[in-house]
C-alpha cells in the first residue's frame, strides 16, 4: 500500500505541454481502468480532473488528458494556463483497497 | 446539492480516541462505497478506509486494527472510530466517493476535518 510514484515536481511556460507519470503495479494501476487524477489547490478540496483512465468530468478543459500503458497512468496538461498551477494526485483502484499517488507540484513558469 | 459535512476532529493525546461522522445530502448514499482519506498538512494524500455499500470494510495497513469505519444508510451517515492515536494520524480527514469505486465519475469530497494527536 505504498504512495504511486509521481515526479515531485514539473513545469512549463504558458502554452506549452506538461505531461506527469503515476507508475504502479499489476496490482492496481495495470489491473484496472480504474484511475483517476486530482487537481488541488493550496488551501482546497481536490477536485476530480479525470476518471476512468480517460474521461473528463464535465466542465473540466479539455486540454486535461489521461492515458495509460501498461503500469504506468499519465496525466497530460496542453496548452499550460497560469490556473493549472497546482499539486496533481494519481489515485487507482487495487482490488480491496484503493491508492493515490505521492503527488506532483506543477508550476507555470 | 450534493454535499458531504464532516465532524468531529479536535485535539486529543496520543492512546486517546476519537470519533469522526459525516452526513450526505443530494444523493443515494445507500447506493454508494464510501471512503476516508487524510491528508497531513502539506503533505500529499492518503487513502484511509473503505466501506462498501454493504457495510464491508478494508482499511490502510497503517490504521489497521486502531480504526472502525461504519456507516448509517438511514440517517445517511458515515462514521470513523479511531483508537489509540499516535502523533502520526494528525491530519486532515475527508469523507468521500471516490471515482475509482464509483460509476461515470461520480466523486464527492467533504470540507475535511481536523484531527490533532499531541500531548
Known amino acids: 500500500q505504498s504512495a504511486l510514484p509521481q515526479p515531485r515536481s514539473v513545469s512549463g511556460s504558458p502554452g506549452q505541454s506538461v505531461t506527469i507519470s503515476c507508475t504502479g503495479t499489476?496490482?492496481?494501476?495495470?489491473?484496472?481502468?480504474?484511475v483517476s487524477w486530482y487537481q488541488q489547490h493550496p488551501g482546497k478540496v481536490p477536485k476530480l480532473i479525470i476518471y476512468?483512465?480517460?474521461n473528463r468530468p464535465s466542465g473540466v478543459p479539455d486540454r486535461f488528458s489521461g492515458s495509460k500503458s501498461g503500469n504506468t497512468a499519465s496525466l497530460t496538461i496542453s496548452g499550460l494556463q497560469a490556473e493549472d498551477e497546482a499539486d496533481y494526485y494519481c489515485?487507482?483502484?487495487?482490488?480491496?483497497?484503493?491508492?493515490f499517488g505521492e503527488g506532483t507540484k506543477v508550476t507555470v513558469l | 446539492e450534493v454535499q458531504l459535512v464532516e465532524s468531529g476532529g479536535a485535539l486529543v493525546q496520543p492512546g486517546g480516541s476519537l470519533r469522526l461522522s459525516c452526513v450526505a445530502s443530494?444523493?443515494?448514499?445507500?447506493?454508494?462505497?464510501m471512503h476516508w482519506v487524510r491528508q497531513v498538512t502539506g503533505k500529499g494524500l492518503e487513502w484511509v478506509s473503505i466501506?462498501?455499500?454493504?457495510?464491508?470494510?478494508y482499511y490502510a495497513d497503517s490504521v489497521k486494527g486502531r480504526f472502525t469505519a461504519s456507516r448509517e444508510n438511514g440517517k445517511n451517515s458515515l462514521y470513523l472510530e479511531m483508537n489509540n492515536l499516535r502523533v502520526g494520524d494528525t491530519a486532515v480527514y475527508y469523507c468521500?466517493?471516490?471515482?475509482?469505486?464509483?460509476?461515470?465519475?461520480?466523486?464527492?469530497w467533504g470540507q475535511g476535518t481536523m484531527v490533532t494527536v499531541s500531548s
Open positions: 476512468d483512465v480517460n
Open positions: 468521500v466517493s471516490l471515482a475509482v469505486t464509483d460509476d461515470a465519475g461520480f466523486d464527492v
Open positions: 466501506i462498501g455499500i454493504a457495510g464491508d470494510t
Open positions: 489515485c487507482s483502484y487495487a482490488g480491496l483497497y484503493v491508492v
Open positions: 443530494g444523493f443515494t448514499f445507500s447506493s454508494h462505497d
Open positions: 499489476s496490482r492496481d494501476v495495470g489491473g484496472y481502468d480504474y
